[in-house]
């Protein structure tokens, strides 16, 4: 799919065509940069991710690409624009936010030292659930890749999945924690060799999991696991510990149970996105309103005082 679609236009695919104008972050295999298409005067984000997979797994991400591309219709899901497939390299162009939730985690607790309240958890709760529910139900895939960095979100308020489906094919999450130590977010069933569900199709149930590491980790501002042993004892500590929970008497009863219920071992007692749609902690903030693009362009403000601060002395 050589071409980028945009409101029902169909365009074809020139690198003279993108305008870079910043650079909006760097994972782990490639570079995320806010470009200006020229052709269509949209702003966008172009991934470039490279290219390591065989032709098996090319072939699967194909798939999966058209999949994403087909995610117009759900507003809590980053929508995606089209893919390239060049000489060792995927461009991939999405919609734009403003930052991720990793970065406001940083922001939020290391540099201002507060805390996200309740409620903007709440909030952020319905818009993942929903949008990993949409991903399950009606595109049929699984997100495959969920974690705080893949939940973005605007000053408009609106909180987005991206990276779904497609990362899973790139590269194979266990063996990125091996081999770079990343933190684990995924579900223990992905991990032990004994459990019965790895032969299967990866399925929503581990994105419930890695769904539950995030949110303790949005609402304490840590990763729940320990981080100084060896990659492989990092593993083993999701496999044999206990699952996480949030810390006792911090917060509300529902939260700490809606937590709870994703982080489930048992695969088969883990919360569906239904059940957890119908949880008490979702249901009250769904009729609470919550001034998230408040909250987002006060976070974000904040870092761009600190960063004047820092280049001022
Ligand atoms: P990893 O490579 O370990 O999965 P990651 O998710 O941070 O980590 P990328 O997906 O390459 O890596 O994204 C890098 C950063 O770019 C993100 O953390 C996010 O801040 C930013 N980013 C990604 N996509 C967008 C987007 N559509 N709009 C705005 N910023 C984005
Ligand atoms: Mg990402």
Redesign the pocket.
């Known amino acids: 799919m050589d071409c980028i679609a945009l409101d029902g236009q169909l365009y074809g695919w020139e690198d003279t065509d993108m305008r870079i104008l910043c650079n ?9 940069e ?1 470009v200006h298409h020229r052709p269509s005067n949209a702003v ?2 172009l ?1 470039r ?1 490279p290219l390591t997979v065989n032709k098996t797994e090319q072939k699967k991400l194909v798939i999966d690409l058209d999949t994403a591309m087909k995610s117009g219709k759900c507003s809590h899901i ?1 929508q995606y624009y089209g893919a390239v497939i060049g000489e060792g390299v995927v461009w991939l162009c ?7 939730l ?2 406001l985690c940083d922001i939020v607790y290391k540099e201002t030292k507060s805390s996200i309240p309740e409620n903007v958890l709440g909030k952020i709760a319905i818009s993942v659930v929903k949008g990993l529910h949409y991903l399950n139900s009606t595109m049929k895939i699984p997100h495959r ?1 969920v ?1 705080p ?2 939940i ?1 979100v605007n000053r408009k308020g609106e909180v987005k999945i ?2 779904f489906g497609v ?1 899973g094919h790139l ?1 194979d999450s266990v063996q ?1 924690t091996r081999e ?1 130590g ?1 933190k684990p977010y995924m579900a223990p069933e992905r991990i032990n060799p004994e459990s019965d569900v790895l032969n299967n199709e990866y399925s929503i149930c581990s994105d419930i999991w890695s769904f539950g590491i995030t949110m303790v980790e949005l609402a304490t501002g840590t990763f729940p696991y320990e981080k100084w042993v060896s990659p492989i004892q990092q593993l083993q500590q999701v496999v044999d510990g206990d699952p996480p929970r949030l810390p006792p008497d911090k917060f509300s009863k529902d939260i700490e149970d809606f937590v709870a219920k994703m982080l489930t071992k048992k695969v088969e007692q883990r919360a569906t996105c239904v059940d957890l749609l119908e949880h008490p902690f979702v249901k009250k903030y769904e009729e609470e309103d919550v001034d998230m693009a408040g909250y987002f362009s006060t976070v974000m403000e904040k870092q761009c005082d600190l960063n004047e601060n820092v280049q001022g002395h």
């Open positions: 909006l972050g760097h994972g782990t295999h490639g570079a995320v806010k966008m984000a991934k991710i980053v999405m919609e734009v936010m403003d930052t991720s990793a970065h890749d974690k960095s893949n973005l991206c990276d990362s590269v990125k770079s990343c």
